[in-house]
């Protein structure tokens, strides 16, 4: 029943963002609200089973990137970096921005992830240094401008007016921290 209310609650939030209610949900499965409380005690406590299985997903994700041998250095860096689970309801940027202004707590464990869980990335920037696939760069400002972006992509002021979702957003950063702006790679820097 867990995984069934959910599975529901999931759907809800793509149709009313953070906003919808414990008694819409429980119509939805059918059940009374007080059943609902029986599995769930809060509203709360759902959204942070959903973060908290989201997170878990993208870190089997990274996982499995890791291990694949068959997948270049860049191309698994390229995909580390734009990890989102697959129908995951955060995609929506707006959905992210609810979570980090009306549930902080929740927030805080996505937030952790996003801002703490770059080691396997430091990783393959280091191998592609070393393989001369990738410059020599400072590690650490990449970080802090990927993330800068993502507080970007959240903000209401700033979201895209085409309705990007963050996937499509979060590549589109990616493309351009991995592959900058010239048109011509052989470009050096300081060249005009």
Do not use: C
């Amino acid at each position: 029943m867990k995984n069934r209310i959910l599975q529901e609650a999931t759907k809800e939030i793509l149709h009313r963002g953070l906003k919808f209610s414990v008694r819409d949900l429980a119509s939805r499965l059918g059940i009374s609200t007080k059943t609902l409380y029986q599995h769930f005690p809060s509203k709360e406590r759902i959204i942070a089973s959903i973060v908290e299985q989201a997170v878990n997903q993208m870190k089997d994700r990274e996982k499995e990137l890791m291990n694949d041998s068959s997948l270049p250095l860049k191309q698994k860096l390229y995909e580390a970096l734009v990890i989102i689970p697959q129908g995951f309801v955060f995609s929506d940027i707006r959905v992210m921005k609810e979570l980090q202004m009306a549930y902080p707590d929740q927030w805080a464990i996505m937030n952790d992830y996003l801002t703490k869980g770059w080691d396997n990335i430091r990783l393959l920037i280091l191998e592609g240094t070393e393989k001369g696939d990738i410059r020599d760069f400072d590690v650490e400002t990449f970080i802090r401008v990927y993330i800068g972006a993502m507080y970007q992509l959240m903000d209401h002021s700033v979201a895209s007016p085409s309705g990007l979702r963050m996937e499509d957003s979060l590549s589109l950063v990616v493309d351009l921290l991995l592959r900058g702006i010239y048109a011509d790679p052989s470009v050096k820097e300081g060249s005009r």
